[in-house]
């Protein structure tokens, strides 16, 4: 007999595999759990709550789908925090695991708003959204969504839905496995100072590839790097026109390891741009990764939406929650340029770190933009090449 325990996250209080029972010898939740459940991913749940919420500000939402369902605790918390009259189809193939979420629906009297089905999620992603199609659906998988994502485009309604994506392949995303990468996301991936950054684009340039395969656009609504994953949040609207459009979105991106600079170029620009180093007879040659999104992943609506969401109840989330949405307010405004780890340039540079703060403060003294990022706290977002964030550290350090 499985082991349960209950757990509380947000408003919600649930059942499912004890986790330390079942982490005591690995230290982690495994896939071995007979539920698997990660307490370490609540601060993705709590702002899956918190975007669902933004999200449903401005767009309908009847039905919303979870097909890896696990305890259902996502579900759970979408049908008991976010208001709205729509139901919920749960699905999982593991038996125990459709006990645990239909138990944890009982609890709180959803019978009469959520389903939970056993069998395969692709499947029953295609199957189930037959006859009316979902307008939220929410991939939550150990490892890559890739495999998920024909299924779940197809089965979102084309008038406009929502989808959920989380990542935990962080190796091949962050370029320790490019060829895995090119396999599961269609673009290579490499080492370099802004590598969750990468990981991020190549996970929305695998969205958009399948999404305009199958007649649709896309529009990032908001992304999280934290931890040991990436999650994007996504609207997704069958419109061929905006599809092609995006097309100039898909890119790639060109860094010397060395003097650091870094150019992004639409795909169909490629052969002919030239990379031109920034400290003089550079030794190093560059590196490549691509092809993948080169737009923007936040929407400052969403964002300001899901913190009025947040701060109605303030109490129910992470603490780290209001943090993060603070941080992605501030650098929606110029992801056009990658995010670039002060470290990173010290060390290439043979530099002494400053504070983050001062270097902003010289870099809008010269007249760029700075701002910090979610991505990382030692990180910051700037239209200021590479050569003038050099000087402005060299200037602070005396170098």
Known sequence: MTSLKEYTEGRTTFLTADVEEHTAEKGQPTTDMPVFYNPRMRINRDLSVLFLGAYMKDHDVKLICEPLAGSGVRSLRYLNEVPGEYDALLCDVNPVAIETATKNIERYGFQDRARVLKGDAKVLLMTESRGKRFDFVDIDPFGSPVPYLNAAIQSLNPKGGLLGLTATDMPALCGVYPKVALRKYGGLSTRAPFVHELAVRLLLGRVYSIAAMNGCSIKPLAVLSTDHYI????HVKTSRTESNAQADSIGTVRLCRSCLHTEISPLRDYKDSVFEHKRENCPADTTYAGPLWTGSFFDLSTLKSAMLFHNEESSA???????????????????????????????????????????????????????????????????APIDAIVSVIRNLTGG
């Open 231 to 234: 999650r994007a949040w996504i």
């Open 317 to 383: 989330y992470d603490k780290r929650v209001p943090e993060l949405l603070e941080l992605m307010i501030e650098e929606h405004g110029l992801v056009m340029y990658p995010y670039m780890d002060i470290h990173e340039v010290c060390d290439a540079y043979n530099m002494t770190p400053p504070k983050r703060s001062d270097i902003m403060d010289g870099l809008i003294t010269k007249g760029y933009q700075a701002k910090r990022t979610h991505f990382r706290s030692t990180a910051i977002r700037t239209d």
